[in-house]
């Protein structure tokens, strides 16, 4: 039985990916500030999570693997930038609050800590904030090792690249360069058949037909052998779009959105179940796809560590 604490939990890909290596689960906690991921969580997880009153006299409440994917709104290059110093009050500042929690976890301080982010914290305009981050990890008895995953490494077509920082307490640092790797899926097997997509995903903005073959931030790329990053908006540039032949073009669906991420479909099933449209799309079933954490990254990851 594996113990994780799930802070900036989302729809709960670590979770997932521990399933799907067949490992037994226990959170400690998940912790969540959006209410529409916590639906989707509850939805997709309804079988292993107990809702009664229990007695936590002699549990122990010590996790073995921390993870915590922080806000990258304020570190991403598609973001204002405005970084993660603490005492900003900016989004990606609430990392700070993951090391205040692992501060006061004395003797229950988790024995992996692992925190992914956006590229773009290793900048010279963020490095500063990722570096100190590293040196307070260290004062709390921890080694620390990064390194950028792109999930085209770990089977799913899409180019995402991300920092993952796993910190082990009390022992050598994590070895990135064992970790299994996993050739790219042919992206047929993640899109649907144009021929059943609804009209709605179709591109009718003349701003994004304009833009489609373009360059720079008012772009819009056609999909080939793989996808871009999945954002929390596709229906805007910079945007990516699905050729259909005949001069049609569409966005791709959610239920794409959460397969390109790893999810299966009974996963995505379970969430559609419990989130109204707005408009023309299920918003958040893209925003909580495009906040997360790549599933078969982290099955990686996990593999390594437990197995």
């Known amino acids: 039985m594996i113990q994780i604490l799930e802070l900036f939990g989302g729809i ?17 906690d998940y912790v969540e500030i959006d209410k529409k991921a916590v639906r989707s969580y509850n939805a997709m997880f309804k079988e292993e999570l107990e809702y009664k009153t229990q007695s936590v006299v002699g549990w122990n409440l010590k996790p073995d693997i921390l993870i915590h994917g922080s806000p990258c709104q304020d570190f991403s290059i598609a973001g204002h930038q405005k970084g993660g110093t603490e005492g900003s009050e900016t989004r990606s500042s609430l ?8 501060q006061n976890m004395g003797v229950w301080k988790p024995r992996y800590v692992i925190w992914e982010n956006v590229k773009n914290v290793l900048s010279k305009y963020m490095v500063a904030n990722f570096n100190r981050y590293l040196h307070e990890m260290e004062k709390l008895g921890y080694a620390n090792a990064y390194a950028v995953l792109d999930a085209r490494s770990f089977g799913l077509p899409q180019a995402r690249q991300r920092v993952f920082t796993v910190s082990t307490l009390g022992s050598s640092p994590f070895d990135f360069d064992s970790l299994a790797h996993t050739p790219m899926k042919n992206i047929s097997e993640f899109l649907l058949d144009n021929r059943i997509v609804p009209n709605v995903y179709d591109v009718t903005q003349p701003s994004v037909l304009q833009a489609i073959g373009g360059k720079g931030i008012k772009r819009a790329t056609v999909i080939q052998d793989y996808a871009y990053t999945i954002t929390t908006r596709q229906d805007r540039t910079p945007a990516q779009v699905v050729d259909c032949g005949q001069g049609r073009y569409r966005y791709l669906t959610e239920l794409e959105c959460w397969r390109l991420q790893g999810y299966n479909d009974e996963d995505y099933k379970r969430a559609e179940a419990v989130t109204p449209k707005t408009g023309r799309y299920r918003m958040a079933l893209y925003k909580q796809a495009g906040n997360s954490i790549a599933v078969p990254v982290l099955e990686s990851l996990f593999a390594k560590i437990i197995l």
């Open 12 to 28: 709960g890909s670590p979770r997932c990916a521990l399933r799907n290596l067949g490992i037994p689960i226990k959170a400690i």
């Open 95 to 102: 990392m700070w609050e993951t090391i205040h929690i692992i």
